[in-house]
């Protein structure tokens, strides 16, 4: 097989790899372990108050071990420039996730994009947390039966995001469509 091929390859499935981590991760290390462990308590703390993240230099720590242990391991048996080939496509669509979860929170959508998986990861806060584990994509949700699509998610008035709603906190009509608000105006 020609070089480049088997390094985009290798890339696609670091990707691949990552997309299947990120579900698993959020559903089972986080959800099904209920605070028993350092990421499921500070996840948890990102469903009380969704402006709180994690701190970045905690998330580039993990990103940088998962890359080094990668090309540690995967260069004895796949040889170093694969096993960087797929480090990268898992270290860069890890970074993708992470900045992509934050603009969830605090940014509008602008496509399909981002009106999709707003929509998704926003169901998943505030229409029931054991459904919509993937944030990049609905893939694994699809194929472990945990997408729940709904109609319009119901955002506690005094949780939604800053981008969804007026000054003075009313549903902007753009996003009336997926969303509405709920609950007592403060
Ligand atoms: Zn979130
Ligand atoms: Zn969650």
């Not at 299947?20 to 605070?35: D, I, Q, S, V």
């Not at 970074?95 to 994009?113: D, K, M, Q, S, V």
Request: overall charge positive.
């Amino acid at each position: 097989m020609n070089t480049a091929l088997s390094f985009s390859i290798a890339a696609l499935a670091g990707l691949a790899t990552w997309s299947f981590t990120e579900y698993c991760m959020h559903r089972f290390l986080g959800h099904a372990c209920k605070g028993r462990n350092h990421f499921s308590r500070e996840h948890l703390a990102h469903h009380t108050d969704p402006g709180y993240f994690a701190p970045t230099w905690q998330k580039a720590l993990f990103g940088l071990a998962c890359v080094l242990t990668i090309v540690g391991v995967g260069q004895a048996l796949l040889g170093f420039a694969i096993a960087l080939s797929y480090a990268s496509g898992f270290g860069l669509s890890y970074g993708f996730y992470e900045w992509l979860h934050r603009r969830i929170h605090t940014h509008a959508p602008r496509n399909w994009y981002g009106k999709m998986v707003r929509k998704h990861h926003l169901s998943h806060h505030f229409t029931d947390a054991r459904q919509c584990h993937g944030v990049t994509s609905r893939v694994w949700d699809r194929v472990f039966g945990t997408h729940r699509p709904v109609d319009k998610v119901r955002v506690p008035r005094k949780l939604a995001t800053q981008w969804m709603v007026t000054d003075g906190g009313e549903m902007i009509e753009n996003f009336s469509q997926s969303y509405v608000l709920v609950g007592r105006k403060r």
